[in-house]
Nanobody, 123 residues
Framework: VQLQASGGGLVQAGGFLRLSCAAS????????MGWFRQAPGKEREFVSA????????YYADSVKGRFTISRDYAKSTVYLQMNSLKPEDTAVYYC?????????????????WGQGTLVTVSS
């Protein structure tokens, strides 16, 4: 599956952004979609994922209550609505996809990756 992410930008702390990731090349309804991020000098970390049915969402503890993931089957697109942004949310955000869901521990190793989109939150 090919992934194209967009929507990053510069925002002040407390603000919001919505990231989009358009998928192609595989039936959208058969893949789990999600997001990772990598801050400067840090390892890439899981942010959120949504299962193929859209009925179950997964979130990192650091974004629970602030970020919401959703998917639009008509547009083959997954969204990450990010509210109450903090400077520590500053990172390159990567869209990802796989046929498997995160496991019972929340670990997820997707096979497909999109290019990153930079989110910068100023204090």
């Amino acid at each position: 599956v090919q992934l194209q992410a967009s929507g990053g930008g510069l925002v002040q702390a407390g603000g919001f952004l919505r990231l989009s990731c358009a998928a192609s090349g595989r039936t959208f309804s058969t893949v789990v979609m999600g997001w990772f991020r990598q801050a400067p000098g840090k390892e890439r970390e899981f942010v959120s994922a949504i299962d193929w049915s859209g009925g179950r969402a997964y979130y990192a503890d650091s974004v629970k209550g602030r970020f919401t993931i959703s998917r639009d089957y008509a547009k083959s697109t997954v969204y990450l609505q990010m509210n109450s942004l903090k400077p520590e949310d500053t990172a390159v955000y990567y869209c990802a996809a796989d046929v498997r869901s995160p496991d019972y521990s929340g670990s997820w190793s997707p096979a497909s990756w999109g290019q990153g989109t930079l989110v910068t939150v100023s204090s």
